[in-house]
């Protein structure tokens, strides 16, 4: 019995993706506004939105101690980054949006986040705005991926995973995808989505052809090599504009003829993901040319890194305050430099950098975590709103070489060691006759070989001054 309506369901499947199949290769069936299905004229434009890597759901873990406003500035930051990509697809009166897989972070789907999506995606079809989507390794999938698909309102269409399927959402516009069949997927999908665009091609059609793909390309941003395909390969394709997703950062791979782009997520999520996040907006020309194509920023929230050199400051000794002046003024300029409508929180980490006295400071520790706080306090008046979530101190003494060199305790002994080891002589062959059991080790040996070819003498030095600040 189960079986048998695991087949009804099945066919209801078929049918309805049939029946969605031909509303949106017919443009003129979507009960949309007139404006939407007329044709292009010379100089009339098709906008498109390409967007990627959505990820709602996905949790922030890193961030659970942080100030309540902040924390919920932070946790409605997907929501309102998805609320803006769809203001900008109505306010632009684009023809259809392009979601190039990861709506949510996982595939079990929570209600909220599923209710959020079709709410905004209602809004598009309210406005007769199409949008087409391929799942990637964070989608959901089997009765999960079922489930959602029959949810969607009939301006939606997720392209299958079997083989690509193309869809016509507005005239002379055809887009190819295909979705992956679950979370690892190790096909050429590029391949077949190219094969489906030469089979258009030869049909004498002069459609502009879109590519919609999950995929890394050429190893890019050390993602999951999921659906792996070349840079050279997508640009000798028949297609005008791969819209790819996958890789979180926004890149134009290939500006010419054909664009290849990654749109990057709407909005970041940790320190991995720093600066605007946002989506692209594309213009098809009367010629079914590619006009332009232009990044905006979604997020309202943006996680940035930056370093500050207190070394040059610090040649007599800097106080607590002066460092925290100095913090203050580097903070306040780059909120400054981030000063768009768009923007309301900066997410901080601050590396201080430089030859510096502050690791003399006693309970260097419980220093860093005051300044932290005391900043804090400060930067709430500010827009955007800056938060430092963290301070790491990279900074080092400062050091005479030359004197320490002359003593004759173990942190001269010490040095005297290592000034031998940054030599081409005895110690340094001494060295490695010791690491000589490791190198031989097969698992292990390429490794180190190329670690202390390539990094050696950085490695001795940092071992000296580690040593140096333990002891001293």
Not at 187 to 210: M, P
Not at 382 to 399: A, F, G, Q, V
Not at 412 to 429: C, F, N, P, W
Not at 455 to 462: S, V
């Amino acid at each position: 019995m189960q079986e048998k309506q695991r087949k009804a369901n099945s066919g209801d499947r078929e049918c309805r993706t049939a029946d969605r199949t031909r509303l949106l290769t017919n443009p003129s069936a979507i009960s949309i506004p007139s404006k939407a299905s007329s044709p292009a004229s010379k100089t009339s434009q098709t906008l498109f939105i390409h967007s990627s890597d959505i990820h709602i759901g996905s949790p922030f873990l890193s961030c659970s101690s942080l100030q309540e406003r902040h924390y919920n500035a932070l946790k409605s930051a997907p929501y309102t980054a998805l609320r803006r990509l769809i203001n900008k697809a109505i306010d632009l009166e684009a023809k259809f949006i392009l979601i190039a897989g990861d709506i949510f972070d996982c595939g079990n789907i929570s209600l909220s986040s599923k209710t959020l999506f079709l709410q905004e995606i209602e809004r598009l079809d309210a406005n007769g705005i199409s949008c087409l989507i391929v799942f990637g390794n964070h989608d959901p999938e089997g009765d999960n991926r079922e489930n959602f698909i029959s949810s969607l309102p009939s301006n939606c269409y997720v392209f299958g995973h079997n083989e690509p399927e193309t869809v016509e959402p507005y005239k002379g516009v055809k887009v190819i995808g295909i979705s992956y069949k679950g979370r690892e997927e190790f096909r050429d999908l590029a391949k077949e989505i190219s094969k489906t665009a030469i089979s258009s091609q030869s049909k004498g059609t002069k459609d502009f052809l879109i590519g919609l793909l999950h995929t890394n390309c050429d190893g890019l941003g050390g993602n999951k090599n999921y659906a792996r395909t070349t840079l050279a390969f997508l640009k000798d394709t028949p297609i005008d504009y791969w819209a790819i997703g996958h890789v979180h950062k926004h890149i134009i791979l290939n500006e010419s003829e054909p664009l290849i782009a990654y749109s990057g997520m709407p909005q970041g999520r940790d320190f991995q993901e720093t600066g605007p996040r946002g989506a692209l907006m594309a213009a098809i020309n009367g010629d079914n040319r590619l006009d332009s194509v232009k990044f905006f920023i979604t997020s309202p929230v943006i996680w940035l890194d930056f370093d500050i050199n207190i070394g040059a400051r610090d040649k007599e000794g800097l106080s607590e305050e002066n460092i925290r002046d100095i913090v203050i003024k580097e903070i306040k300029r780059v909120s400054l430099s981030y000063k768009k409508p768009e923007i309301t929180h900066i997410m901080l980490r601050l590396n201080l950098k430089g030859q510096s006295r502050l690791k003399r400071i006693n309970y260097i520790e419980d220093f860093l975590f005051d300044l932290r706080e005391s900043l804090n306090y400060m930067l709430s008046s500010l827009s955007p709103i800056c938060y430092l979530i963290e301070i790491i101190d990279n900074t080092y003494i400062p050091i005479d070489h030359e004197e320490i060199l002359k003593r004759d305790d173990i942190i001269g002994t010490i040095y005297r060691v290592a000034e031998g080891l940054l030599k081409d002589g005895k110690d340094r062959k001494d060295l490695f006759n010791a690491l000589e059991p490791i190198l031989k080790r097969k698992e292990t040996s390429y490794i180190i070989k190329e670690l202390i070819d390539n990094e050696g003498d950085t490695l001795i030095k940092e071992a000296r001054e580690f040593l140096f600040e333990l002891l001293e």
